[in-house]
């Protein structure tokens, strides 16, 4: 099936680095959530958005819904090694649709 | 609150054996979904339900798939007979507003 391309695939980051990434879609998409996994474990989710050109907070993390809605941002400031874990955005473009997940994005924080 | 439990949590079956998973949703939550996560990606829809009716099987692979929500809370999922390909974890979800919320899932292993 269909997925959403995540970039980067995989990033390794120093304790206390801010760190960015991003979802793109080829359909435009009115929900954009974004999700946390750890192992052995089922996603979580972090932030919904739902409006072009929105910026939501969670703590640490900010999310954005883009302008074109073909696109999706998500930022960790000040990163703890708590943060490692893989990271997916998922879309819908009407409701009742059902969600397209992203290819995911697995964080590793080094202490 | 309790979140979706699904059980068992691991599986271990020869190929052409059948195997059954479980879900149990958050209370209240009349939407529950069924995913299908191969190593390294995001979770696949097979299979969602408004109470007890499926609208979405589109992707269920209907010649060995089977599911069921009989009184619209609890869900099981049926594989039968078991394929080396069907090696995967299988995601419950439940969703209030469309925010989906997962349990654990059950890690399939066919040999």
């Known amino acids: 099936g269909q997925q959403l391309n995540q970039s980067p695939q995989s990033m390794f980051i120093q304790e206390g680095e801010d760190v960015s990434m991003n979802c793109t879609s080829s359909?435009?998409?009115?929900?954009w959530l974004w999700y946390k996994q750890d192992p052995g474990e089922g996603p979580v989710l972090l932030i919904a958005?739902?409006?072009?050109?929105e910026l939501t907070s969670n703590g640490r993390l900010t999310a954005q819904f883009g302008i074109t809605r073909k696109d999706s941002f998500l930022n960790i400031s000040a990163s703890i090694p708590s943060d490692v874990g893989i990271y997916f955005c998922?879309?819908?473009?009407?409701?009742?649709?059902?969600?397209?997940f992203g290819t995911g994005t697995r964080l590793a924080v080094r202490p | 609150e309790a979140g979706v439990v699904q059980s068992p949590r691991y599986k271990i079956i020869e190929k052409k054996q059948p195997v059954a998973f479980w879900c149990n949703p958050i209370?209240?939550?009349?939407?529950l979904y069924w995913y299908r996560q191969n190593l390294g990606q995001g979770p696949e829809l097979l299979i969602r339900?408004?109470?007890?009716?499926?609208?979405?099987d589109s992707q269920l692979p209907k010649d060995r798939f089977s599911a069921e929500r009989l009184k619209g809370v609890d869900s099981t999922l049926k594989i039968q007979p078991a394929e080396l390909g069907d090696s995967a974890v299988y995601l419950c979800?439940?969703?209030?507003?469309?925010?989906?919320?997962f349990g654990s899932g059950t890690q399939l292993s066919v040999l």
């Open positions: 979800a439940s969703s209030l507003n469309e925010k989906l919320f």
């Open positions: 359909s435009i998409f009115n929900t």
């Open positions: 958005l739902y409006k072009a050109g």
């Open positions: 998922a879309g819908q473009g009407s409701s009742g649709d059902k969600l397209t």
């Open positions: 209370s209240g939550h009349n939407t």
């Open positions: 339900y408004e109470n007890e009716e499926a609208v979405d």
